[in-house]
């Protein structure tokens, strides 16, 4: 069993866990990545978003998103894609 949004769900999940570097040469009070997750027919199976906040410059900040419905081996390929950084 898994909470989400306040009440426990079943069923498979999976969590995206990696690093991101500010190689900018700015600082961002937030900034907004899409993860993409794409199956073996190079199909996209989930999308999460990560906030990441307060990024110095050269700075390497983790993320961890979860992500229901699918499960580890239905993950062929993760594209993080900038989406919004302010």
Known sequence: MIERDGSLVA????DIMGEIVNK???EYVIV???VSIYDSS??????ESIYIYNITQNQIK????HIYDITSNQIIRCK???DQKS
């Open 24 to 26: 900018t040469g700015r």
């Open 62 to 65: 983790t993320f961890k998103t």
């Open 42 to 47: 190079g199909n996209i199976i989930a999308i």
């Open 32 to 34: 907004t990545f899409s």
């Open 11 to 14: 069923g498979p999940s999976v």
């Open 80 to 82: 993080i894609q900038l």
